[in-house]
């Protein structure tokens, strides 16, 4: 993006949390940001040297997989979330296949393998008041309709 130029549309970058690279104008005083999803180059820049920083920014941008160790805590984009035991159950099983499909048979048997909790909203019940929990992280739980549920980040979200 070129900057002072585009100043409108880096700023709409920056509200949308995605990486920007700005090709600053000769003469023009660069932004004052900290931001590790922006950087800057000063006009005219070698094209290798554009490309480098680049895929900088995109590796600092991916979202890294979400963990829980072994204290129910939900450590994900640089935050943690101390979970209850019934909700850092479900999410331990939703990781375990992270950002694919388990189906709702399969969780219920293993949240509730001696079959305890038989009311079929049991699980859905469950999944809602997680979902809720998440969704400050930037993660969000998926029906998969007729299928199940997956754990995957928001996109939207500003948070990974």
């Given at each position: 993006?070129?900057?002072?130029?585009q100043?409108?549309e880096?700023?709409?970058?920056?509200r949308?949390?995605?990486p920007?690279l700005?090709?600053?104008?000769p003469?023009?005083?660069?932004?004052?940001?900290?931001?590790?999803?922006?950087?800057?180059?000063r006009?005219?820049?070698?094209?290798?040297?554009?490309?480098?920083?680049?895929?900088?920014l995109?590796?600092?941008?991916?979202?890294?997989?979400?963990?829980?160790?072994?204290?129910?805590?939900?450590?994900?984009?640089g935050?943690?979330?101390p979970?209850?035991?019934?909700?850092?159950?479900l999410?331990?099983?939703?990781?375990?296949?992270?950002?694919?499909?388990?189906?709702?048979?399969?969780?219920?048997?293993?949240?509730?393998?001696?079959?305890t909790?038989?009311?079929?909203?049991?699980?859905d019940?469950?999944v809602?008041?997680?979902?809720?929990?998440?969704?400050?992280?930037g993660?969000?739980i998926?029906?998969?309709?007729?299928?199940?549920y997956?754990?995957?980040?928001?996109?939207?979200?500003?948070?990974?």
């Amino acid at each position: 993006m070129r900057w002072p130029e585009q100043a409108v549309e880096v700023e709409a970058y920056r509200r949308r949390r995605m990486p920007r690279l700005l090709v600053v104008a000769p003469g023009a005083r660069p932004p004052a940001s900290i931001d590790p999803l922006e950087d800057w180059v000063r006009a005219p820049v070698d094209e290798k040297d554009l490309q480098a920083r680049w895929e900088t920014l995109r590796a600092r941008a991916a979202p890294r997989d979400p963990v829980i160790d072994s204290e129910g805590v939900l450590h994900y984009g640089g935050r943690r979330l101390p979970l209850a035991a019934g909700e850092a159950h479900l999410v331990r099983l939703l990781l375990d296949s992270y950002r694919s499909v388990v189906g709702r048979e399969e969780l219920a048997a293993k949240m509730w393998p001696d079959g305890t909790s038989a009311r079929r909203n049991a699980l859905d019940v469950r999944v809602l008041r997680t979902r809720r929990r998440l969704a400050p992280l930037g993660l969000v739980i998926r029906t998969v309709w007729r299928r199940g549920y997956l754990l995957d980040a928001d996109s939207g979200s500003d948070v990974a």
